[in-house]
């Protein structure tokens, strides 16, 4: 997935002759004008509130303000020298989650953990969070850092409709700009997933979450590290129209946990830079089985990673390195074929 580079920190809006310079609410008339034949290009409005300055301004952000506080991560939204995106959770939003002694029972790493997760590097409009091809979703790198070797967790996000966090949480203000980033308020608060909750939070893996329930399948909840290769709705698809099957509940139940687990690496976090650029290496598969490898490959040219399974199947995956608390996954175009 490619992000916006071009950072957006001040906001700028121009007409003929003036500047407007907003201080604590206030607006300031300014002169400004250029070299060019064209004239002078206008006012400027910029916004002289930091992030948590701007948190202040409402109503609504005291827990939130409570919570920056107690995890440390006040500082963050208070340095001018950043670029971010926050999404904020109202008190509306962390009153759902929280247990009866409010804040005081949520230790400040805890805090630390899921405020982090809220926060994107480089201050972007929603407009700006570029979905993957043909879709209207992708996945954005938080600084919530909880990842195995300390990899930064990923936030799926939808934008079909209202724009959706996690399939749980609305945008319900958007684009509030921010002299060091820019502040989208959210009805409910993001808590850093396991791959299970990723593999539930994407509609394209409902299929797969259909499997992984009907077999009663548990490795993606677990400590971990594992890598899933997950295939996509369209794969199932595909996989049900070539067997004799019809959905996951018809398979049997030891045949549909072998399935499943032929498409876990256990024990690893396997990102794109473990895989050795165009060379061929087998990987062995949670079943144990000598038989069920299958062989990855990176061309650094496409940037494509193929897959070919055990009956000689290839597949393509992407999008990839999507990160979880306790594994990575990435997206499949096909179900992988084992020897059984």
């Known amino acids: 997935m490619r992000f916006i580079s071009n ?99 949520i230790t400040g790493p805890e805090l630390a953990s899921i405020l982090a997760y809220h926060v994107i590097n480089g201050a972007f409009e929603l407009e700006e969070f570029e979905t993957y091809d043909g879709l209207s979703n992708g996945y954005l790198t938080t600084r919530n850092d909880d990842g195995p070797g300390g990899a930064n967790l990923s936030l799926f996000f939808e934008r079909a409709g209202d724009f959706r966090l996690n399939s749980v949480a609305k945008v319900s203000e958007e684009n509030l700009a921010s002299k060091n980033g820019i502040l989208h308020v959210i009805d409910k608060v993001l808590l850093p997933p396991s791959l299970a909750d990723m593999v539930n939070q994407n509609p394209d893996l409902s299929e ?85 490898t299958f062989v990855l490959s990176l061309d650094t040219v496409s940037n494509e990673m193929n897959i070919t399974d055990f009956q000689s199947f290839e597949w393509k995956a992407f999008p990839r390195n999507i990160q979880a608390k306790n594994g990575i996954m990435h997206l499949v175009n096909g179900v992988f074929r084992s020897e059984n």
């Not at 609410?25 to 910029?46: F, K, N, Q």
């Not at 139940?253 to 794109?272: F, G, R």
């Open 7 to 105: 950072i957006l920190p001040l906001m700028s809006v121009f007409r003929s002759g003036f500047s407007f310079l907003f201080i604590g609410g206030a607006a300031l008339l300014l002169w400004s004008s250029c070299g060019s034949d064209d004239g002078p290009t206008g006012p400027v409005v910029i916004d002289e509130l930091n992030l948590y300055e701007r948190l202040q301004e409402r109503e609504d952000f005291g827990i939130l303000q409570q919570a920056l506080t107690k995890s440390g991560l006040a500082n963050l939204l208070l340095n001018d020298d950043n670029s971010l995106s926050f999404f904020a959770p109202t008190d509306a939003a962390f009153n759902e989650i929280l247990p009866e002694n409010g804040i005081e029972g």
């Open 208 to 292: 797969l979450a259909t499997a992984i329930e009907v077999s009663v399948f548990n490795d993606l909840a677990e400590a971990g590290p594992n890598t899933i290769f997950a295939p996509v709705n369209d794969a199932f698809d595909s996989f049900y129209n070539e067997s004799n099957y019809s959905s996951a509940a018809e398979i049997p139940l030891d045949s549909l946990q072998n399935l499943l687990q032929y498409h876990i690496v256990p024990d690893t976090n396997l990102v794109d830079e473990q895989v050795l650029p165009d060379s061929l290496y087998s990987v062995s598969s949670a079943a144990g089985l000598t038989a069920n």
